[in-house]
């Protein structure tokens, strides 16, 4: 149990009867079940939640896997703890690690996997409703998906800007500018700085203490309430209030998770002294024997994955398509410079969201429904 965990019955949680539960998958949440469904053109408005485990069959590392994971790998820079690479405080102290990583993890250098092309799959079938990214890869882009279908709420490589005076810059000027050396050597590694004051220019990416971007809180409360199906990937649960997103959706939706580890599981009370069954309000219903028998929507399959979609696309007879969009490679240039290179063409240019409550921070998020209502407001 958590500090402030809250729990309810599942009539108060679902808002529903038991009766009106067994009907969204007639009482056997199952991948096959989904994949009748989806073939059955029952869901239009698909919503993604992805995280940094897509990327890894690109060459990306993600951040928390034992030995492979970014975090495991950062002892060469010799930092505080390892989330100081992302951290704003400590980069404007000592920026040389995170350019000296941005040369080894930058996004031109990897082309989209088989998960990124199933997104694709979804938009071109219009059964997309939006991809909510916790990554700044900008592999979503490259696909060539509408740009409106894809949230980076972390932020990513595509925009940076002058931490001085807010100049911004664009992709192929910032690129230029960390690969002017050849050597990944640290004393060699440029730091890119305004030709206007000579300020440090960042990347649009989402620090540990920084605000996310104000497009995340213009679109997610639509979005949790328009989707008709979630599917969450790659991804540890761990950085809010992103990943709350999992509990803010419609309580009569689908919910599968397709991860190499189950996450985010909720806790239960078990029956009380009233006779209910009492469930916490965040985390998924699977995992645990007690919580699966009362599991009415939640799916996890376990596994890498590029597996498990190419599995789902054999099932939907979309192999021939997916292989297809694998094969032609085509890659997004929506940041081609002027002739100075700080233009941004295609970009748009986000503000903050100037709220302390929106701010990335790792926890349980309990207190993830406040946080959101107050980013929310902030831009209605």
Not at 222 to 243: C, K
Request: glycine residues 6%; proline residues 5%.
């Amino acid at each position: 149990m958590e500090p402030g965990e809250i729990f309810k019955s599942m009539e108060e949680l679902s808002g529903m009867s038991e009766k009106e539960r067994s009907l969204i998958f007639n009482r056997k949440p199952n991948i096959e079940t989904f994949i009748s469904n989806v073939k059955k053109n029952k869901y239009s408005k698909i919503l993604i939640l992805a995280g940094a485990g897509i990327s890894v069959s690109a060459g990306i590392p993600d951040f928390r896997s034992p030995e492979s994971g970014l975090f495991h790998n950062l002892q060469k820079y010799k930092l505080p703890q390892p989330e100081s690479i992302f951290d704003l405080h400590f980069f404007r102290s000592n920026p040389k690690p995170f350019f000296s990583l941005t040369r080894e993890i930058y996004p031109s250098n990897f082309e989209p996997t088989p998960t990124h092309r199933f997104f694709q799959l979804l938009d071109q079938k219009d059964m997309l409703l939006r991809v909510y990214t916790q990554n700044i890869d900008t592999l979503e882009r490259q696909t060539g998906m509408r740009g409106d279908k894809v949230i980076e709420c972390h932020g990513s490589y595509a925009t940076n800007t002058c931490l001085t005076c807010k100049r911004k810059y664009s992709q192929n000027w910032f690129k230029k500018q960390i690969f002017q050396s050849s050597d990944n050597v640290d004393d060699n590694v440029v730091i890119p700085t305004c030709l206007n004051c000579n300020g440090i220019v960042k990347p649009d990416i989402t620090f540990y203490g920084e605000n996310l971007p104000a497009q995340f809180g213009r679109m997610y409360k639509n979005d949790v309430n328009e989707a008709d199906a979630l599917i969450v990937l790659g991804t540890s649960l761990q950085v809010y209030p992103v990943a709350g997103i999992v509990d803010l959706v419609k309580p009569d939706i689908p919910r599968i998770l397709i991860n190499r580890d189950c996450v985010h599981r909720a806790n239960y009370l078990g029956k009380l002294s009233k006779g209910t069954f009492e469930i916490s309000t965040d985390g998924f219903w699977f995992g645990k024997k007690e919580l699966e028998k009362h599991n009415y929507r939640d799916i996890f399959v376990q596994g890498d994955c590029d597996d498990v979609i190419k599995d789902i696309c054999k099932e939907l007879k979309w192999d021939e398509e997916l292989n297809k969009l694998l094969n032609n490679k085509t890659k997004s240039d929506n940041n081609t410079p002027d002739n100075n290179g700080t233009n941004i063409k295609n970009a748009e240019t986000e503000e903050s969201v100037q709220n302390n409550n929106g701010k990335v921070t790792q926890g349980n998020g309990n207190d993830l429904s406040a946080m959101l209502d107050n980013l929310s407001l902030k831009n209605e």
